[in-house]
């Protein structure tokens, strides 16, 4: 089975930092992967998709990217509402699916 | 708009089966595009994939948990079910119902909090 590590497992940061959160795949998925964002409290979101495409309405401040094992999620401009944990999931694997396990973004 | 209701109870005793019923409005299970999805969460863990299924009735299920679970449709109430057979603590979690638009989940459930307890 596709395992998934996450790094760092939690982060803290500033509002206006660059963040950067890696994902690594076991073995390679080609582009077959999501990032979502949880809020505390709250049911996951969809950020992107085939690891590079933005989902409708999220702010362009969020970027993905990388192919194979190895993915980033990028965001440019941290801001307030973007404190969460962020997860990334696998299809390569299609129907079956495997989730990371998350990287906590903190305010420094 | 789309949206997913989980429902079931929010307590199931240790090596009893937990049962909950989504229910998907604003449209429809049986469209071919979609599968829907059950994701749990243990409190302060992460997310788990559970299971899969087709409005057809056929299913996909995490392999660590294949055992124990069984997932049906009833199109006719636009509902999908999770049942997942003698629980113990460790499958105390909040439960999400989601859809997924074959490769990514794109809906989601509130998400409802089953506890296992003696």
């Known amino acids: 089975a596709i395992q998934l590590t996450q790094s760092p497992s939690s982060l803290s940061a500033s509002v206006g930092d660059r963040v950067t959160i890696t994902c690594r795949a076991s073995q390679a998925i080609r582009s077959t992967l999501a990032w979502y964002q949880q809020k505390p409290g709250k049911t996951p979101q969809l950020l992107i998709y085939?690891?590079?495409t933005l989902e409708s309405g999220v702010p362009s401040r969020f970027s993905g990217s990388g192919s194979g094992t190895d993915f980033t999620l990028t965001i440019s401009s941290l801001q307030p509402e973007d404190f969460a944990t962020y997860y990334c999931q696998q299809f390569n694997s299609y129907p079956l699916f495997t989730f990371g396990p998350g990287t906590k973004v903190d305010i420094k | 708009q789309l949206q997913l209701q989980e429902s079931g109870p929010g307590l199931v005793k240790t090596s009893e089966t937990l049962s909950l019923t989504c229910t998907v409005s604003?449209?429809?299970?049986?469209?071919?595009?979609?599968?829907w999805g059950w994701i749990r969460q243990p409190p302060g863990k992460g997310l788990e994939w559970i299971g899969n299924i087709y409005y057809s009735g056929s299913t996909y299920y995490n392999p660590s948990l294949k055992s124990r679970i069984t997932l049906s449709v009833d199109t006719s109430k636009d509902q999908f079910s999770l049942k997942l057979s003698s629980v113990t603590a460790a499958d105390t979690a909040v439960y999400y119902c989601?859809?997924?638009?074959?490769?990514?989940?794109?809906?989601w459930g509130q998400g409802a909090l089953v506890a296992v307890s003696s």
């Open positions: 989601a859809r997924a638009a074959v490769r990514y989940f794109d809906f």
């Open positions: 604003g449209g429809s299970i049986s469209s071919s595009t979609y599968y």
């Open positions: 085939d690891a590079s």
